[in-house]
């Protein structure tokens, strides 16, 4: 009996996790926001980008870039590239896609680090202006929120972060705050041996990248009726995202880091919040930030008494 009871239990025991995904979703209130995420989503693709001609702006700068010669739009214009030669060298290979497709592979690339980000709430952060207009403009604020996660875990991959927008490596204060020197050591290891081997292939394109960003930063970017009047300068943002970051190290918050790094955007677009859907994930899977390249300690066997010290 008790045999036919747990075999009776194990379809129900399956389900419960589906049901249990499924049981937010009985809220009008959460049904109605991811509604709305999806109906916004739809209509930024369907309508809006059909008469505006905006869809995958930024997707179209990483597709037609010219690898040795990736500065040439001006700052904020359609086909402006702002990253490192090493990001416009990787997407080089775009150019054996159309760009339809390119867009399509890209932002879906976009969308699943965002589910998996979110898990069942992935509708629900639709709703929220930022991550639908990430996916619409197909930029790589997404990408950096999973490098946040994983970034713990894989430090190799903060390279992203500091050859893309350069200011959010900041995030990389975490690990010099909590001494732990070995993944701060891979991350900028992996950083300059990137850079390194880009040099090589592309060196005027490393040359025209550093004018690029000094003529940005001394002129002032989007001077053109931007809204970046509403922010504190980048001096002043980079600041407060360390403190940020030095508290959060010292109390062991993760969540603050990409907070911290939102804040040390070079440029703060209506896009750059998406970052933010790195939380939930810093927050319920801890597990994810522990480096794989610390061992974890080896407990003691069984039944064998450990030797005096």
Same mark, same amino acid.
């Given at each position: 009996?008790?045999?036919?009871?747990?075999?009776?239990?194990?379809?129900?025991?399956?389900?419960?996790?589906?049901?249990?995904?499924?049981?937010?979703?009985?809220?009008?209130?959460?049904?109605?926001?991811?509604?709305?995420?999806?109906?916004?989503?739809?209509?930024?693709?369907?309508?809006?980008?059909?008469?505006?001609?905006?869809?995958?702006?930024?997707?179209?700068?990483?597709?037609?870039?010219?690898?040795?010669?990736?500065?040439?739009?001006?700052?904020?214009?359609?086909?402006?590239?702002?990253?490192?030669?090493?990001?416009?060298?990787?997407?080089?290979?775009?150019?054996?896609?159309?760009?339809?497709?390119? $867009?399509?592979?890209?932002?879906?690339? /976009?969308? !699943?680090?965002?589910?998996? *980000?979110?898990? %069942? +709430?992935?509708? @629900? &952060?639709?709703?929220?202006?930022?991550?639908?207009?990430?996916? $619409?403009?197909?930029?790589?604020?997404? /990408?950096? !929120?999973?490098?946040?996660? *994983?970034?713990? %875990? +894989?430090?190799? @991959? &903060?390279?992203?972060?500091?050859?893309?927008?350069?200011?959010?490596?900041?995030?990389?204060?975490?690990?010099?705050?909590?001494?732990?020197?070995?993944?701060?050591?891979?991350?900028?290891?992996?950083?300059?041996?990137?850079?390194?081997?880009?040099?090589?292939?592309?060196?005027?394109?490393?040359?025209?990248?550093?004018?690029?960003?000094?003529?940005?930063?001394?002129?002032?970017?989007?001077?053109?009726?931007?809204?970046?009047?509403?922010?504190?300068?980048?001096?002043?943002?980079?600041?407060?995202?360390?403190?940020?970051?030095?508290?959060?190290?010292?109390?062991?918050?993760?969540?603050?880091?990409?907070?911290?790094?939102?804040?040390?955007?070079?440029?703060?677009?209506?896009?750059?919040?998406?970052?933010?859907?790195?939380?939930?994930?810093?927050?319920?899977?801890?597990?994810?930030?522990?480096?794989?390249?610390?061992?974890?300690?080896?407990?003691?066997?069984?039944?064998?008494?450990?030797?005096?010290?």
């Amino acid at each position: 009996m008790a045999l036919g009871m747990t075999a009776q239990s194990t379809p129900a025991a399956g389900r419960s996790p589906l049901r249990a995904r499924l049981a937010l979703y009985r809220n009008p209130l959460v049904v109605g926001c991811s509604g709305f995420g999806v109906v916004l989503l739809g209509w930024l693709l369907l309508v809006v980008g059909p008469a505006q001609g905006t869809i995958g702006f930024d997707a179209y700068a990483y597709w037609a870039v010219p690898v040795l010669h990736p500065y040439g739009a001006p700052l904020g214009t359609v086909g402006s590239f702002t990253y490192s030669p090493a990001v416009a060298l990787a997407f080089a290979p775009a150019h054996l896609l159309s760009f339809g497709a390119f $867009y399509v592979v890209w932002a879906g690339f /976009l969308a !699943a680090n965002l589910v998996w *980000l979110t898990r %069942r +709430y992935g509708l @629900l &952060w639709l709703a929220i202006l930022p991550v639908p207009l990430e996916l $619409y403009h197909a930029n790589v604020n997404l /990408l950096l !929120a999973t490098v946040c996660v *994983l970034g713990f %875990r +894989y430090p190799a @991959l &903060w390279s992203i972060a500091l050859l893309t927008k350069v200011t959010p490596g900041i995030g990389l204060l975490w690990f010099v705050v909590r001494g732990e020197w070995r993944p701060l050591a891979i991350a900028l290891g992996a950083t300059a041996t990137i850079a390194a081997v880009s040099f090589v292939i592309a060196p005027g394109a490393w040359f025209d990248w550093i004018r690029f960003l000094s003529n940005s930063s001394s002129t002032g970017p989007l001077d053109n009726g931007s809204y970046q009047w509403l922010f504190p300068p980048l001096w002043l943002r980079l600041i407060g995202a360390a403190a940020l970051i030095v508290w959060g190290a010292r109390t062991d918050r993760r969540w603050v880091l990409p907070v911290a790094m939102t804040i040390a955007m070079p440029v703060i677009w209506i896009t750059s919040p998406a970052i933010l859907a790195a939380i939930p994930r810093l927050r319920r899977h801890p597990e994810e930030t522990v480096p794989a390249i610390s061992a974890p300690p080896r407990a003691s066997s069984p039944g064998v008494p450990r030797a005096a010290t």
